[in-house]
């Protein structure tokens, strides 16, 4: 049964080709001219279609259409345009075929057929899928938020309907706006936190020696908390933490058992002190009484008695004052022991809090202190879009320095190394030990050029501060590479650079500097 066509304008043969090609998809008709012919009079009639056919032809219904199409459907214009190419060589064949993709392009869902797939109902359940398992989630610390998403999934999937859809939109803006809100509150509770703990810290610094145990965990923290809140940070610094903890805590057990035996030995020592006096005491009183009694006898028989009775008392205090000064000798020295002893400890402790970030020989950056450093001066360059270099030193000859001198003298030399490098780099530069004898100096805010001039200049500071070993002056040189940052590139990828930099330097004479190529040269494959 026909359509009807009362609301058709006939006259326009651009608004019948479109119906003709409805009906065409509609009725599932195979888009070929003769269905198309047979289609077009069925909505124009036979009559009117012949009276037309000195004025439009079916070409020319085509090429309006593709027209059309052009200009009102600019997704379909490629279609078009091949629809009109092959009218221009009366090419029927391609002709169907581009009819047959634009009836396609133009049924709703795309004409998969009977068994297409459901678009709508497939985006509207990932959208319950997302809003259950994703949204709902993240806000179930907030009860209100929680059960509001929670219902608004529901009403989507029961949302069958366009007022039922929109519906649910208008509930879906206004959720978002709500999380929103909670999340700049959270944002902002976060920061406020942040700012109390770095205070807390930064205080409790103040409060302690340069020199204690504790002054590398809250450099640690400190880190963490000036850098960006990464989890993978915060679990690094976690595992730090806890790792020194662990340590720290058999030294502080060592540290208590050493100060009670300290105190253990000061307390006999104080009791066997006021042991000798009291002897020394009863001795002067005993000797006091013997005098009396020589003054008041005559018999000389009883001064003998007392005579004896004297020399008896004096070998016993002196045995006495002999035994309890041994007990002291050894009590002092078991006291001196364990104050050695926990100066040790205590000393341990330092050096314990120190390992968290630092080399112990040179002092400089250990290669946790160098992950550190690295990340936050990269997301300072991202964030601010300043360069940010690194060089890569390498102490030259350094073996031999080793065979010719003894390895003491080899550490001794890259003491002086970064003695000389702290001294004269920029307060914002950071030196770090990555291998036995090789550095990484990060230069954060520093282009490539300037770096080179940076890492020159410590070469020259090198050749003037003399290493002295023995009273004997002796060169200590190195080859550098240097490498700017790109944005994006990973710490290990910009190190790769750089050293290799660094071994071209070696390669071309030594104690020299060699700037980094963009990237690495690929293996052959």
Request: proline share 3%; net charge negative; with cysteine.
């Amino acid at each position: 049964m026909a359509e009807p066509t009362e609301k058709l304008n006939l006259p326009d043969p651009t608004e019948v080709a479109r119906e003709t090609l409805r009906r065409l998809a509609m009725r599932r008709i195979a888009p070929t001219p003769d269905n198309y012919q047979t289609l077009y009079e069925e909505i124009v009639g036979p009559t009117a279609s012949a009276a037309a056919a000195g004025t439009a032809t079916a070409t020319s219904v085509l090429a309006g259409l593709a027209m059309d199409l052009t200009l009102h459907h600019p997704a379909l214009a490629a279609s078009a345009e091949a629809l009109k190419q092959a009218l221009r060589a009366s090419d029927w064949a391609q002709c169907r075929k581009q009819v047959g993709q634009i009836v396609l392009q133009l049924k709703p869902g795309g004409g998969s057929g009977p068994g297409q797939i459901d678009t709508l109902g497939l985006l509207r359940e990932l959208l319950v899928k997302t809003l259950e398992f994703g949204v709902a989630t993240q806000l179930s610390h907030n009860p209100t938020l929680f059960e509001k998403t929670q219902r608004l999934a529901a009403a989507v999937r029961e949302a069958n309907s366009i007022a039922g859809l929109r519906e649910a939109a208008s509930g879906l803006k206004s959720m978002w706006i709500d999380v929103d809100l909670h999340v700049s509150h959270t944002h902002d509770q976060q920061e406020t936190l942040r700012r109390l703990l770095l205070l807390l810290v930064e205080n409790i610094g103040e409060l302690l020696d340069d020199d204690t145990w504790l002054r590398g965990q809250l450099d640690v923290v400190q880190t963490v908390i000036t850098g960006p809140l990464k989890i993978q940070a915060l679990l690094e610094a976690e595992k730090r933490l806890k790792e020194v903890i662990y340590k720290q805590s058999l030294v502080k057990h060592g540290l208590r058992e050493a100060t009670a035996t300290l105190k253990a030995t000061m307390t006999s020592f104080v009791s066997h002190m006021s042991d000798a006096v009291a002897a020394n005491d009863d001795y002067q009183q005993t000797i006091a009484a013997h005098i009396e009694r020589i003054s008041r006898t005559e018999d000389v028989l009883e001064l003998n008695r007392i005579l004896e009775n004297l020399l008896d008392e004096t070998r016993s205090a002196q045995s006495d004052s002999r035994r309890v000064h041994a007990q002291m000798i050894e009590e002092r020295d078991a006291a001196q022991h364990a104050a050695n002893h926990i100066k040790q400890l205590e000393l341990e402790l330092a050096q314990m809090s120190a390992l968290v970030r630092e080399d112990p020989m040179t002092h400089s950056l250990n290669r946790r202190g160098l992950d550190d450093e690295f990340a936050r001066e990269a997301s300072r360059a991202e964030r601010f879009n300043t360069p940010f270099s690194i060089a890569v030193l390498d102490v030259d000859n350094f073996k031999a320095l080793n065979d010719r001198r003894g390895h003491n003298t080899g550490d001794e030399a890259l003491i002086h190394l970064v003695k000389v490098a702290k001294e004269e780099l920029r307060l914002s530069d950071h030196i770090a030990r990555i291998g036995g004898e090789e550095f990484l100096i990060i230069l954060p805010n520093t282009p490539v050029a300037e770096a080179v001039q940076i890492v020159t200049r410590l070469q020259r500071s090198l050749t003037k501060k003399y290493f002295l070993d023995n009273n004997e002056r002796v060169l200590i040189t190195f080859s550098a590479g240097v490498a700017e940052r790109r944005a994006g590139e990973t710490q290990e990828a910009l190190i790769a650079r750089a050293d290799s930099a660094m071994y071209e330097a070696k390669h071309s004479g030594k104690n020299r500097v060699c700037v980094a190529p963009d990237a690495l040269p690929q293996a052959a494959g």
